[in-house]
């Protein structure tokens, strides 16, 4: 019995141990710490999350557009409730307003206020600091062509057999 143990701690170790798994690993880390970076960056400066910015980049995306919560718990992949106590917090800040559907008043539209839009202006800029200064940065122009020409085939992939 203890042969068997031993043979899969070394199976097990070795599997841990492969390229593919040290190098999802890493591309999970990075974009993990980046997340982090950009969020610190976002509620120092301008005193909102990466999540609110998300929102609030939906919202100013097609200016006029109505967008209920349930399209933006979809599109940012929160549930209903931590959607409904997102726009809740955003509410209280003054960022978004909730408006009544006029062709259906069981569904709340949300809206960027004059304040909503003005924070989404100067996080825009926090934002694109940030991803330049550890995104791009980092490597040279034609790896970074080649990178992101690789997450675009990756992201292609995973839509279409998610179909």
């Known amino acids: 019995m203890n042969a068997v143990n ?4 070394e199976a097990a170790a070795r599997a841990a141990s ?20 950009i969020d610190a960056e976002l ?8 999540t609110m910015l998300e929102v609030l980049l939906r919202l100013c995306r097609q200016p006029g557009d109505e967008v209920s919560q349930r399209h933006l718990a979809d599109d940012l992949t929160l549930t209903s ?7 809740d917090r955003m509410e209280e800040a003054g960022l978004v307003r909730r408006v009544p559907s006029p062709g259906d008043r069981r569904v ?7 304040e909503g839009r003005t924070v989404f202006l100067q996080a825009v800029a926090v934002h ?13 122009s034609e790896d970074y062509v080649r990178m992101t020409r ?3 085939e990756i992201d292609r992939a995973l839509r279409e057999a998610a179909e």
């Not at 492969?18 to 970076?37: M, N, Q």
């Not at 409730?81 to 726009?87: D, E, Q």
Request: charged share 30%.
């Open 6 to 9: 031993q043979w899969d701690q």
């Open 18 to 37: 492969s390229p593919l798994v040290r190098d999802f690993g890493l591309l999970i880390k990075s974009a993990t710490r980046l997340e982090r970076r």
């Open 43 to 50: 509620r120092r400066e301008c005193g909102i999350s990466h």
């Open 81 to 87: 409730s931590g959607t409904t106590r997102l726009i």
């Open 108 to 114: 709340a539209l949300v809206e960027p206020t004059d």
């Open 128 to 140: 694109a600091r940030t991803v330049e200064d550890y995104f791009v940065k980092p490597v040279d």
């Open 150 to 152: 690789a997450l675009s």
